[in-house]
């Protein structure tokens, strides 16, 4: 069991806000965590009692994962009954910004690189339809083990990760007008382990992002403390060079996952990867956050009179529809 202090406890935190950057800097980031600890200012409040290592089979080193470990070759019968089954999507990942103006697509349409995230969802599935011609390797690193590299160097900034006061835009109940809902980043769930649910385009405008002008932005803890588990991932980072056929599933709220840039080319053509978000009602549980509960909701509990439309009605094509 963990006991730590309350991530709502009183600390004299910093609430001025801070214009960050979306892509992660090493060099500011220890530049800004250097003047604050020196200062004293922003300081948040030492913990009382802190688990400082958790053990968990989720707890790997990028670079002590043997990729055999997680790797099935499958033979051709087999990849027949996938193609058979695999007639729904989500979503694509795939760069529609060629002959365009990249700056009117998000980042995950584009050849960029993305820090570490999450997406929505229990599990994600990826298929390789296209690799990319050179780039384009995924990047992934479990939660339990940027959360032991924070309780190591950074203990103060995991109570900033679990406040309820982080500004994400797109709420979740659209219903009441709102341009942004505040939630944590990091929370705890049932067995007591962490999970993260974010995006750093949900919580800074990025140069290509769909944030709204105008909310609130992070204050310079915040900031910290995000910049901190990119830097914290990034110590474990486990690489994937994707191959064109491989179907990749990862529990996306125990690991995070990136995207180094690519570069596609004529005669290979166009990195495409259809990504699947998918709902484990044995194992995983309700996340414990209410808001996210109201997202889960939005996206797994289509109703004849949903949202999104009849279930039947719905409809993934191969291909991308054009924006």
């Not at 004299?12 to 980031?29: C, K, Q, S």
């Not at 103060?156 to 809902?181: C, T």
């Not at 109201?294 to 109703?303: D, E, P, R, T, Y």
Request: some cysteine; charged content about 25%; aromatic content about 10%.
């Amino acid at each position: 069991m963990m006991t730590f202090i309350s991530p709502m406890a009183s600390t004299d935190f910093t609430e001025a806000e801070f214009d960050p950057d979306y892509y992660p800097d090493l060099t500011r980031f220890a530049k800004e965590r250097s003047k604050r600890l020196a200062s004293h200012e922003a300081a948040p409040a030492p913990l009382e009692e802190f688990q400082l290592k958790i053990n968990h089979d989720i707890s790997w080193d990028g670079a002590s994962l043997d990729a055999s470990s997680y790797t099935w070759d499958i033979s051709h019968s087999e990849m027949s009954e996938i193609n058979n089954s695999c007639d729904e999507f989500n979503t694509h990942i795939t760069d529609l910004t060629a002959g365009d103006d990249p700056n009117k697509y998000a980042a995950p349409y584009c050849n960029h690189s993305l820090p570490f995230h999450t997406d929505a969802g229990d599990l994600v599935a990826m298929l390789v339809l296209k690799s990319a011609a050179n780039g384009g390797d995924g990047i992934f690193a479990p939660v339990s083990t940027v959360y032991n590299k924070l309780a190591q160097s950074s203990p103060d900034l995991i109570p900033v990760l679990m406040r309820p006061d982080w500004p994400f835009d797109r709420p979740p109940d659209r219903s009441v007008g709102a341009k942004f809902y505040k939630r944590p980043v990091m929370f705890l769930n049932h067995d007591d382990q962490p999970e993260m649910i974010f995006s750093r385009g949900a919580l800074i405008r990025s140069p290509r992002g769909q944030r709204p002008v105008g909310l609130p932005k992070l204050t310079r803890i915040q900031c910290e403390a995000l910049d901190a588990v990119h830097f914290a991932a990034e110590n474990s980072v486990h690489r994937i060079q994707y191959r064109e056929g491989d179907l990749l599933f990862f529990n996306n709220r125990r690991i995070l996952h990136g995207r180094d840039s690519f570069l596609d080319t004529a005669d290979i053509g166009q990195r495409h990867m259809l990504r699947l978000w998918l709902k484990d009602e044995e194992m995983a549980g309700t996340p414990s956050d209410p808001n996210l509960q109201k997202l889960w909701g939005n996206i797994f509990a289509v109703k004849e009179d949903g949202e999104y439309g009849r279930r039947e009605d719905l409809d993934w094509p191969i291909m991308p529809d054009p924006f």
